[in-house]
């Protein structure tokens, strides 16, 4: 019986997953923006804005850091809770690769310490950050398969289109293959 968690990809919209966990690709502020982070606060409702306000109001006060991962409530969301991470802007002068795995396990790190079975995340950075979708793709999975613990049992990548999911389903069965 093997404990590591299932890795699974499914091609669709985030904010439709029943799962426990939701991850939002937010940005420092947790006050919304486009994309994944547009469609959560969209879905989501005003509950998700309120509880990253509050956020804001104290423990926050200077935004979440890169890398870094809080939870909330999932408001009107098919989930329990909201990880919001904020993904790293892809640099070329830079290499922000462990920012990028930083988002993912310290978002499985907030899961569990929840008591979270299932987690969805989206491709984070891949969007208005500009992160190639291979190399992120590459990071996402070698970071999950390293980092998922109990009492996480399932871990969904939801890839918003059939080339993200084309890539994530090449890494996932490059890492199966090599082990990584
Ligand atoms: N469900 C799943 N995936 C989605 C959805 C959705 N509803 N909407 C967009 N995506 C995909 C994008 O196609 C991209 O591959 O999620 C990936 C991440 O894209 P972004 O949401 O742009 O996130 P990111 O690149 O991390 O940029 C974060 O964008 O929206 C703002 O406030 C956010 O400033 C932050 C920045």
Redesign the pocket.
């Known amino acids: 019986m093997t404990d590591r968690p299932a890795i699974v990809l499914v091609l669709g ?3 439709q997953q029943h799962t426990d966990v939701i991850v939002n ?3 420092s502020s947790l006050l ?8 959560i606060h969209r879905k989501g409702g005003p509950a998700v804005l309120a509880a990253c306000r509050a956020l804001r109001a104290g423990h926050y006060g200077r935004g979440l850091p890169t890398g870094r991962a809080v939870a909330t409530t999932a408001g009107d969301l098919a989930a329990r809770w909201v990880v919001h991470t904020v ?1 790293p802007v892809h640099s070329t002068e830079e290499d922000r690769s462990e920012l990028l795995a930083s988002c993912y396990a310290e978002s499985l790190r907030v899961a569990a310490e929840l008591g979270a079975e299932t987690v969805a995340f ?8 500009h992160w190639p979708m291979e190399d992120a793709a590459r990071i996402a999975i070698r970071t999950v398969r390293a980092e998922a613990t109990a009492p996480l049992r399932e871990i969904r990548f ?1 890839l ?2 059939t080339a ?1 999911y084309a890539v994530f389903a090449l890494a996932l069965a490059e890492a199966d293959a090599t082990g990584r």
């Open positions: 919209d985030i904010t690709a937010a940005n919304g923006g486009g994309g994944v982070d547009g469609a993904g989206p491709a984070v950075s891949t969007g208005v950050y939801v918003f289109d993200a």
